[in-house]
């Protein structure tokens, strides 16, 4: 069970912690599209060699010539040979990276990085590095272990613009495999070297490295980047949320998604560098690339405490939301779901400005025609709101035909959302007073009794708890059992009277 599942409560058994709701590591959509779209480790491909699929495959005799030629000392043969290994290592399809690492090419990469007078051979061996530290975990402490990551630290100061931007792109994919490794180059002098290049006069394609490795410098929770750290990259960021590229701007902006990823102070953190205003504008967004870590970075910030939330509302985020709610996109469309749920969490002020904004009617839609996981985060936002919000506002998502919507999801297997929903229209019910009985007549008219009655038997001792209670006390009522009595024969004699003939029946 979920743990922001806790004991059942009178008002309900959603609580504040529970209402705003924080993602579990890997359990998101939109993180395996950013790690399929803008990968964690990148390989230096030249485009002929991509595109070129005729590109003969050299066998292991090959390699192993091929490396022992590189320990030559003359250095023409060895800048041959190293220009040889990393051609092999940016084919396109399978490069032989095990193959060449068994053959001992490592060690003599890294020796080359010590080469300055020859920085042709310093190029070559970065290059070939970065290859091999794109692959997998192994083949990229294949790199680390060798000692490369202070050599390509100190090849950060090289006189040769190529030559850092190379190193740059190792120690991208050094820092992308992990925490661990993360750490490891950090501790190695990385970050005031590369923030040093966020600068007018940097050359577009050396700076859309530079911030993917800044957004790869604050990835990961597990631990989370040292706040000195954070506290480095952010006035980076500030300054590249503003850029006009879209490549800059989406790398950008999934670095702030993952710093507003955590507990209250890191969001904190990210809010007093003012760069929220910039962030939430790009909630605007035509590039999909550009909007998915601007929705999440903004669905992050509402995670935390009122003021934070209250924070990202007096930027004007809801004014996006509109068109971010009918998104063609269905990720986008359930991470503005998601964000709506938070704030529906907290004040009753905020809830008032999600209605304000027209968003309940767009929100409710989502529950009824969005896709599954759209319809659970649309169902927090409704049940969040129960539970929060004024008996006025809890009226007007009545009024939004609310109910009818809630009632049609309490078949589905998720108890969690079952829970909620049972959770949010038990709400409605104890909130409505004069109006209970023509919210029952809803929940009936809907089906949605027969789905209550029907979950009396549930598995779940919460949920059949929950519903037993209110048919107990909203559908058990002899006031209810009389109404509805009346209702019936009413019903039955309009119907003889509309069946029988003037006059009456002639037996």
Known sequence: MSDRIKSFKNKGWVDADDARRRRKEGAVELRKEKRNENMLKRRNIPLEDFHNETVPQSDNKDLQSLVREAQSSDPNVKLS???????????????PIDELIRAGIVPILVECLDDDENAALQFEATWALTNIASGNSDQTREVVTKGAVPKFVRLLSSPHEHVREQSVWALGNIIGDGPECRDFVIHHGVVDPVISFVKDTTQLTFLRNIVWVIANLCRNKDPPPAPEVVQKVLPALFSLVQHTDNEVLTDACWALSYLTDGADDQ???VLNSGVAPFLVQHLGQTDVRVLTPAVRAVGNIVTGSENQT???????????????????????KKEAVWTI???????????QAVIDHGLIPLVINALET?????????????????????PEQIKYLIEQQAVR?????????DPTIVQVLLDGLNNMLETSKDDCEDICRMIEDCGGLDRIEDLQKHQNKQIYKLAFDIIDKYFSSEDYLENDEENFNFQINSSEQQLAPEGGFNF
């Open 405 to 413: 919507s809630m009632c049609a999801l309490l078949g589905v297997r």
């Open 310 to 332: 209250q924070a990202a509302l007096d930027c004007g985020c809801l004014s996006f939301f509109p068109a971010l709610l009918q998104h063609h996109k269905e990720s986008i």
């Open 370 to 390: 969005g896709d599954f996981n759209t319809q659970k985060e649309a169902a927090w936002s409704v049940s969040n709101m129960t539970v929060n919000g004024t």
């Open 341 to 351: 749920s938070n704030i529906t969490a907290g004040s009753k002020s905020q809830i």
């Open 81 to 95: 040979c190293v220009q040889q290994a990393r051609k092999e290592l940016s084919k396109g399809n399978n490069p």
């Open 267 to 269: 969001i904190q953190n």
